[in-house]
């Protein structure tokens, strides 16, 4: 589930199928040939496949040639060493020496499991790091160990308008929460901060579709539906969204001891990114049956809701991407086929024959 209110696009004939295991040996092959240690690059690929298996392409396989690039330009560092610089028992504060993002992440996203499993709560700051990626699939590690899990990130210069302005006052930060629940779709909020994220514009582009009205400002801060003349993204839900965008830059550039987006001048591949993750043991603040039994009641009563559209079932946040992945893992995975050209020509750099 998304801040912005239009659904990734499909649309068959533009696609092709991936399958999914030469997709990772594809992926582990470039991270390694760029001198990561196969372990990290099959937790970077494993991060990013688990993006395209919720549908979220823009965060996915698609952006390895970006991480790839960077590498070759020195700003990501393949064998970088993730030092704890302060540590207690519920936190810790990590210096991901400009590894690779999905990386850092998480190794930060296991140490917060680890202290919230001993102490009830576990919270880990990174600085000096690199985007992440898809916010849901680290707070999905949380879930699979049966807690409750949330993280943001800080991804970049001032790129959100401020509520109120036409000119970008903060990034535009990812938030995410994961909910355990016992059977089906575990409760996901993942969400950008602005209308829509970059990526997803990138997406609606490379299926030839428009900018949706009222969520961008070019360069002279009037609205455009045109991609290709995007600077400035507006806010979701005007001061709400503009809010909670601030209150993650706080939490992530302030709180990891770097910047917050206005006072970021360089790209972000130079800048870097901040992440805080936050995890709660639910078995240690009440008994786990009570939990669920609350919970599974009022995901019942929601689904019975009556609802506007009759061809449209109510849904929580996370059942479509949920939905999605199941799809994904018994079909296979269905890209764009630019998507999937891309891969094909990253797969020619290290003389892999792709299946696709």
């Not at 990590?94 to 993002?101: I, N, P």
């Not at 043991?281 to 506007?308: C, G, P």
């Not at 061809?311 to 890209?335: A, K, Y």
């Amino acid at each position: 589930m998304s801040s912005d209110h239009f659904a990734p696009p499909q649309d068959r004939s533009q696609e092709v199928q991936i399958p999914l295991g030469p997709l990772k040996e594809l992926l582990v092959k470039l991270f390694v040939r760029m001198g990561m240690f196969e372990v990290e690059a099959e937790i970077a690929a494993d991060r990013l496949i688990e993006a395209d298996l919720r549908g979220i392409h823009s965060h996915g396989s698609r952006t390895a040639e970006r991480y790839l690039d960077s590498m070759d330009m020195g700003d990501i560092d393949p064998r970088a060493q993730i030092l704890t610089l302060k540590e207690t028992p519920a936190i810790a504060v990590l210096d991901g020496s400009k590894s690779m993002g999905h990386v850092a992440a998480t190794r930060a996203m296991e140490l917060a499991i680890k202290k919230a499993g001993e102490v009830g709560t576990g919270t880990v700051v990174v600085k000096n790091s690199h985007h992440f990626g898809a916010a849901a699939v680290y707070v999905l590690m949380a879930v699979k160990a049966g807690m409750i899990g949330y993280c943001t990130t800080n991804t970049g210069r001032a790129t959100v308008a401020a509520h109120g302005s036409t000119q970008g006052a903060t990034a535009n930060n990812a938030i995410a929460w994961g909910v355990p629940t016992r059977e089906g779709a575990p409760f996901v909020l993942d969400m950008a901060c602005a209308k829509t994220s970059w990526g997803k514009l990138e997406t609606q582009a490379m299926y030839g579709l428009p900018v949706p009205p009222g969520y961008a400002l070019d360069n002279e801060g009037k609205e455009t539906t045109d991609s290709s003349t995007v600077k400035t993204l507006l806010p979701a839900a005007g001061p709400r969204g503009y809010g909670l965008a601030m209150v993650s830059s706080i939490l992530t550039g302030a709180l990891a001891g770097g910047k917050l987006p206005i006072n970021k001048t360089k790209p972000p591949e130079i800048e870097g990114s901040e992440h805080f993750f936050y995890v709660i043991d639910l078995k240690q603040f009440v008994e786990e049956e009570h939990f669920h039994a609350e919970l599974d009641s009022a995901i019942k009563a929601i689904h019975q809701l009556s609802t506007v559209n009759e061809n449209e079932p109510v849904r929580l946040p996370g059942e479509l991407e949920w939905e999605q992945t199941q799809r994904s893992l018994s079909e296979g995975l269905l890209v764009h086929r630019d998507h999937a050209n891309l891969l094909k020509e990253l797969a020619e750099r290290v003389r892999f024959d792709v299946p696709w």
